[in-house]
């Protein structure tokens, strides 16, 4: 692996306790480059989770089969794990801010495409890369924040990311299960994808320095 540069932004240790904490929080709110990708991974995961979805989506356009139905429950963990054996193809790119970008504004398109499909096959072509997008994401999201976060913070930050990442998407397949309720998967499927996309877009427009963020 390349070598890079250490962060510049060390800073004084962080006090124990509640005062701790609260040093945590300040630093997420005060930094623009580490609030924006968790910001954008928190956006992704709220936004356009798909799970909850499948068994309607199964029900309402493939015939409810439990065959289709265990085949969309595991093509986003295909798109993840295949993602991850080629890793080394993304994480030599210079800029892992725009990667990040990149791959959670595909998975938001990535799952608008699944809720326009009427093909399953095609349907679970989107969902690998959704999954592959997602972990793309991830893994550069961890780049990001961990060479902008002070060793004295590292443990604080991580909660936080572990936060977002375990009560994003069920936050996420919660919202998917309101929008459906008095619409349709179709609708909540497809404004979840587009809202992500949107999301992820503003967070690039006002975070220059995520987006701008290179290795040395």
Not at 18 to 26: M, P, Q, S, V
Not at 63 to 88: C, D, E, K, W, Y
Request: hydrophobic letters at 50%; a positive charge.
């Amino acid at each position: 692996m390349r070598s890079t540069a250490p962060s510049a932004c060390r800073r004084a240790s962080a006090r124990p306790g509640l005062r701790g904490i609260a040093d945590g929080l300040a630093f997420l709110v005060r930094t623009p480059v580490v609030r924006g990708a968790l910001l954008t991974d928190l956006a992704a995961m709220v936004l356009s989770m798909p799970t909850s979805l499948f068994p309607l989506v199964n029900a309402e356009r493939f015939g409810g089969s439990p065959r289709t139905l265990g085949l969309f429950l595991t093509a986003i963990a295909v798109g993840g794990v295949a993602a991850s054996v080629f890793s080394g193809v993304f994480t030599r790119l210079p800029r892992p801010g725009m990667v990040m970008l990149a791959g959670s504004a595909a998975w938001g398109l990535s799952l608008t495409l699944f809720g326009l499909t009427t093909d399953p096959w095609l349907g679970l072509g989107f969902l690998t890369l959704a999954g592959a997008a997602d972990t793309v994401s991830v893994v550069s999201r961890s780049t990001v924040v961990q060479l902008h976060t002070p060793d004295e913070l590292l443990g604080r930050v991580a909660a936080a990311e572990q936060i977002v990442g375990q009560a994003g998407p069920d936050l996420g397949n919660v919202r998917a299960g309101l929008v459906a309720a008095p619409t349709s998967a179709l609708a909540s499927l497809v404004s979840g994808g587009l809202l992500c996309v949107a999301a992820v877009a503003a967070v690039t427009m006002t975070t220059p320095s995520l987006r701008r963020f290179a290795l040395k």
